[in-house]
């Protein structure tokens, strides 16, 4: 059932067209002794061999616990960071290597929204400038001209135009990040890369922004890279769900694939591992309770990154062999040799490894 | 008789920009062994309740009245003195940032030690050897290598654990959790709620869990207390919260929930932001938000009052029962046709 999946065709017969392909994307942070003369001892592998497509007027999302690399891999989708190695197809074209005057043109086609409405509005500037900032910078129109733009847009995103001449502390942090959503469409571009923009927010906040970009997404045709760590969200979401461990994409599948069925036992756990607002499903559901901690990414495991904490671990296999991303029909792939057969299934279940992948 | 009764707190600041009512008028009461849990969005008064319960608030510029009754004795009134004898031996708390509550110059066994020397009457061979085996009982593997490590060599979730020894040192009857988990990841968390979980039954301790969220209370609580806008607007055993919630605010914070186990195309969004506590909205302080507000809401405060025939369930809101019943069957039916 299960065959190796290709990098060059992950998606055939997509849908929409590829607007965004990452190929093999690495990052590494060395790591240095000494004061002056810095000799490198060891590389924070933050992001190691990423590949995916976006289609065109999709969202994926991707999920993952803290340190899993997801936001170093936004950034350097980006270009906010340079990879250390990898490839990075922007509508056809290669930006990995762009000088900054050549990226300029792409910067306009590709916006972000951060996760902290705190820190990421510019205290001192009024939120006029800072939602016009990208179209004067782009020499995009008169400054009357952008001034209507922004009146438009912070009518678009829900607050008033008259909010114009308004500072950020005015505003609370639902309001402040709707400006970062009006600040990220000012200059229509076509992909918006969205890291972590609600989990700072109070869950009717969360709702009202969560609803704004799917609004959004459908009014402007919007694709959206959707990066986060609630598993709730991440569902609402997304078309497609990338999971992340250890700077490694451990499965990729369609979103209700993933969430019914999925094969890798670490998105297994994380699934399970989710409080249900529902005390009766809640408590009786099958819970998977992994042990220890994401290993640490300058030393990570050998083998498949997963194994010192997989109950389906298999000694001499897992540790030894490197798994590759393994199809399981259409576009579902992970990163297992023992995927789990069905769902849901306790601890105990998944401690049995079936037939091997491959 | 209920372990610890809260009637009527009221927590005010005095503020430069006037006063701000953080906690007005909250009552609940905790059995012996049983987990409260208390949900709200942030601002809603939830850690003022609890850090006034522990006499922790900042003695300058608050204004704190009402009773908290711990086994009869009012833990409001108390002196100072009598209350760091409760403090950390009868009560104890965990705080939300494990981050930043463990003192960085110290190792944990010497934290762990200071607890129980300050409180037992022990040597320090005794304390140490406490230590040891609540740290195995809390789950740090290798704990007797690790206990002359310091709070930056632990991970997150490892020193959310070193938190909970902590607190258990002197087997408490009552552990306030202030969102013990926020700062976790989801594996992480489920490890820690399950720990909490085990640790209650084997120590007996009743538990009050503050979070904003739902999924965790249901997880987790025997009853419900839901704040609003320093207020509580509902409160209710935990089945009977979800099965069937009476209060439009606990409506809204249910369906604006995006969910693993349902499909939503879009979420119930709450209009508007929470108000601020300066100048709270007269009335009832969620009217403003209110998809069903009447007149009567803009000018009287609903009382917290019981259901007819479920004492347990207590409700602030003007709507008739009619109404409510009506809209909680609706909620949950679509609910459940939206079950994935």
């Not at chain 1, 694939?257 to 399970?272: F, I, N, R, V």
């Not at chain 2, 919630?245 to 995006?258: A, D, E, K, R, V």
Request: aromatic share 6%; net charge neutral; hydrophobic share 40%.
């Amino acid at each position: 059932m299960a065959e190796p999946a290709l990098a060059e065709e992950r998606r055939p017969g997509a849908a929409g067209e590829a607007l965004l392909t990452v190929d093999d994307l690495k990052k590494y942070f060395p790591v240095t002794r000494g004061i002056i003369f810095q000799r490198l001892v060891a590389a924070v592998k933050a992001v190691d061999g990423v590949s995916f497509t976006v289609r065109e007027g999709e969202t994926l999302g991707v999920v993952g616990e803290s340190g899993c690399g997801k936001s170093t891999m936004a950034r350097c989708i980006m270009r906010l960071l340079d990879p250390t190695s990898g490839r990075i197809v922007f509508r056809g074209r290669d930006i990995t290597k762009l000088s900054r005057a050549e990226m300029r043109p792409y910067r306009r086609e590709m916006m972000m929204i951060f996760q902290d409405p705190y820190a990421s509005l510019n205290a001192r500037k009024r939120v006029g400038f800072i939602i016009s900032e990208a179209l004067e910078v782009h020499r995009l129109g008169t400054a009357a001209e952008n001034k209507r733009r922004v009146q438009e847009l912070l009518e678009i995103v829900g607050l008033s135009p008259e909010h114009y001449n308004r500072f950020p502390h005015e505003f609370s942090g639902g309001q402040r990040q709707r400006i970062g959503v009006a600040r990220a469409l000012a200059v229509n571009p076509k992909l918006i890369v969205c890291d972590e923009p609600v989990s700072a927010l109070d869950v009717s906040v969360q709702a009202q922004i969560l609803n704004l970009l799917k609004d959004l997404q459908r009014e402007f045709g919007l694709t959206y890279i959707f990066i986060a760590h609630d598993l709730n969200v991440v569902r609402h979401i997304s078309d497609r769900v990338m999971v992340m461990y250890l700077g490694h994409a451990v499965e990729f599948a369609d979103r209700d694939e993933l969430y019914h069925a999925p094969k890798h036992p670490y998105t297994g756990a994380l699934l399970s591992a989710v409080p249900i607002p529902d005390p009766q499903k809640g408590r009786s559901r099958k819970q998977i309770v992994l042990e220890g901690d994401v290993p640490n990414p300058i030393n990570p495991p050998s083998a498949c990154w997963f194994h010192t904490r997989c109950p389906r671990f298999v000694e001499g296999d897992c540790d030894v062999n490197t798994p590759q991303l393994y199809r399981f029909g259409g576009d579902h792939t992970a990163a297992c040799h023992y995927p789990l057969e069905r769902w849901p299934m306790t601890v105990e279940e998944m401690r049995h490894p079936g037939s091997r992948a491959g | 008789m209920a372990l610890l009764e809260v009637r009527d707190l009221k927590t005010y600041f005095r503020t430069d920009d006037g006063i701000v009512k953080a906690v007005d008028g909250v009552s609940f009461e905790i059995e012996k062994g049983k987990t409260l849990g208390i949900v709200g969005e942030s601002g809603s008064g939830k850690s003022v309740t609890c850090l006034s319960i522990m006499g922790l608030n900042p003695r300058r510029n608050t204004i704190t009245s009402g009773e908290a009754l711990f086994k009869d004795q009012n833990l409001l009134t108390m002196s100072p003195r009598k209350l760091r004898s409760v403090r950390g031996n009868d009560i104890a708390m965990i705080f939300q940032d494990p981050m930043t509550s463990l003192n960085p110059v110290h190792s944990i066994g010497k934290q762990l030690e200071e607890a129980i020397l300050l409180h037992r009457d022990v040597t320090k061979k005794a304390a140490r050897a406490r230590a040891l085996e609540l740290l195995n009982a809390v789950g740090i593997p290798r704990a007797e290598r690790r206990i002359d490590d310091y709070p930056h060599q632990f991970s997150g979730g490892m020193r959310q654990r070193v938190m909970i020894a902590m607190a258990l040192v002197n087997n408490p009857d009552l552990l306030i959790a202030d969102e013990p988990t926020t700062a976790l990841d989801v594996t992480t968390q489920a490890q820690i709620l399950s720990l909490m979980n085990t640790l209650q039954e084997e120590f007996g301790s009743a538990i009050i869990m503050i979070t904003h969220d739902l999924g965790v209370v249901a997880e987790v609580a025997d009853d419900v207390v839901v704040m609003y806008a320093a207020e509580v607007v509902e409160k209710a055993p935990v089945d009977r919260l979800f099965a069937r919630p009476h209060m439009p605010y606990t409506w809204g914070l249910l369906g604006s929930l995006p969910r693993l186990d349902l499909n939503v195309e879009r979420l119930v969004q709450i209009q508007g932001q929470p108000p601020s506590l300066l100048n709270p909205p007269k009335g009832c302080r969620f009217h403003p938000r209110c998809p069903y507000v009447m007149s009567i809401c803009k000018d009287v405060d609903p009382p917290l009052k019981p259901v007819p025939d479920e004492p347990m369930h207590l409700d602030a809101c003007h709507l008739d029962q009619e109404t409510k019943d009506r809209e909680a069957t609706k909620l949950l039916e679509t609910m459940r046709g939206a079950a994935a």
